[in-house]
């Protein structure tokens, strides 16, 4: 079946790189996501990777993807106190659904 | 572009009572997907559409819950009859087709059953 498992709550300083990690279970996993979620708010996304790349970089995010251990992390770089949300990591199954699945959310909290 | 429609924002209503959650999906997407947030579960999937017709549903919790999606430019999430542990933020997001990248999340309906 498919799981996605992140862990709940990580505190960064201000300047300093944050770091999210995401594990999934599907190996047939096409894509998988990075969205952020705002007080109130719904999901934004932020930045994908396609599962034969291994890693993306967008301005201040890279994505680090080990298909071999199906470990998905986020990393943040000169953190701000505006990058204070949930982040979401989700997979798209393969097959016929094309489902998303989500994990359970980190917290992050970045202090000044 | 509006974006993904919710209805209502927000809605408390009594134990028993039948609850009607709305979406308005982006105009030309062709995906729509129904998801529950807690904080004990997190974003599980209620229920997902591909052009107006249901291809999973497996996530729905049980027979109270039921969703439509009579056109593809509506679709409804019903509990009928509610209860308190129902409460809840649900979303809607919908994705240009099976093929794309990225599902747009509306701002969610934010459910209390008292």
């Known amino acids: 079946g498919e799981d996605v498992e992140q862990s709940l709550f990580l505190s960064v300083r201000e300047g300093d790189s944050s770091v999210i990690n995401c594990t999934y279970t599907d190996s047939s996993s096409t894509y998988l996501y990075w969205y952020k979620q705002e007080p109130g708010a719904g999901l934004q996304l932020l930045t994908y990777?396609?599962?034969?790349?291994d890693m993306k970089q967008d301005q201040r995010l890279t994505v680090l993807l080990n298909k071999k251990d199906k470990h998905l992390s986020l990393r943040i770089a000169d953190t701000q106190t505006g990058d204070s949300a949930i982040y979401f990591c989700?997979?798209?199954?393969?097959?016929?659904?094309?489902?998303?699945?989500f994990g359970t959310g980190t917290l992050l909290a970045v202090q000044p | 572009d509006a974006g993904v429609i919710q209805s209502p924002r927000h809605e408390v209503t009594e134990m028993g009572q039948e609850v009607t959650l709305r979406c308005k999906p982006i105009?030309?997407?062709?995906?729509l997907f129904w998801y529950r947030q807690t904080m004990m579960r997190g974003l599980e999937l209620l229920i997902y559409f591909n052009n107006n017709v249901p291809i999973d549903d497996s996530g729905m919790p049980e027979d109270r819950f039921s969703a439509k999606m009579p056109n593809a430019s509506f679709s409804t999430l019903k509990i009928q009859p509610s209860e308190p542990r129902d409460s809840a933020v649900y979303f809607c997001a919908s994705r240009p087709g099976a093929a794309n990248t990225e599902a747009f999340f509306g701002q969610g309906t934010r459910l209390t059953v008292v």
């Open positions: 989700a997979e798209r199954g393969g097959g016929a659904t094309n489902k998303l699945i």
């Open positions: 990777i396609f599962s034969n790349m």
């Open positions: 105009s030309g997407h062709n995906s």
